[in-house]
């Protein structure tokens, strides 16, 4: 037609295959035998408009020994977690958290509530776990559903709290009392490990006690 504007081609669609990926923004260091724990951020991005589809689901599994942690972490219908919080929304795309499936509340389930005009970027933040104490390693999502997003994210990486080395191991009698036994040295792994106002226990085996008050030396931190 008339026109002024020199255009000879205009971009007037994407065309490409349906698909979504999943990773994780970064993978912080988790405390094992804590509670409270917040993991690095989840990233969805689908690669056309559409590709998550409403009424479909996607769910994230913890490994055993971590369970998901809510803002309200209360007793709700048997949960022992409260609710995660819903994806961030981009372009339309609603992915909102629904509930636990099983009774360990190591899957969560999100629902997809409203599609994308455009393709979408959706962030899921400020969430937190809780650790068995045994726990050590990267702290696994995976990730599955029906919306077609799967795959493994690394969310965390999870160190023991303390290390305990012995410097001696000193020879003692059965049967007698006021023996030295070995010192020792407890070492914080990561800053944090231990908990204000909480109290650290020694333990002694079955058959032994102690027979005096041990001399306890803070000597960095």
Do not use: H
């Amino acid at each position: 037609g008339e026109t002024d504007a020199n255009l000879s081609e205009a971009v007037v669609g994407t065309y490409g295959e349906f698909g979504a990926t999943v990773s994780a923004k970064d993978a912080p260091e988790l405390i094992a035998g804590q509670t409270e724990q917040e993991i690095g951020e989840i990233v969805i991005k689908e690669s056309l408009n559409g590709t998550l589809v409403v009424g479909r689901t996607v769910t994230l599994t913890l490994p055993s020994g971590a369970r998901w942690q809510g803002e309200y972490d209360v007793t709700v219908s048997g949960s022992t977690a409260g609710d995660l919080p819903d994806f961030e929304r981009d372009e339309g795309l609603r992915l909102d958290f629904v509930d636990y499936t099983g009774t360990d509340d190591r899957t969560a389930k999100f629902q997809v509530n409203a599609v994308s005009g455009d393709a979408a970027t959706i962030n899921l933040e400020d969430v937190e776990v809780a650790l068995e104490a045994e726990f050590e390693g990267d702290l696994v999502v995976t990730v599955g559903g029906t919306a077609g997003v799967s795959g493994e994210v690394t969310v965390g990486k999870v160190v023991a709290p303390i290390t305990a080395t012995a410097l001696s191991t000193p020879d003692v009698v059965i049967g007698l009392s006021g023996q030295a036994g070995g010192e020792f040295t407890i070492t914080e792994n990561i800053a944090g490990a231990f908990i204000d106002d909480a109290t650290v226990i020694l333990d002694l085996p079955g058959g032994v006690l102690f027979t005096s008050t041990p001399t306890v030396e803070v000597t960095e931190g």
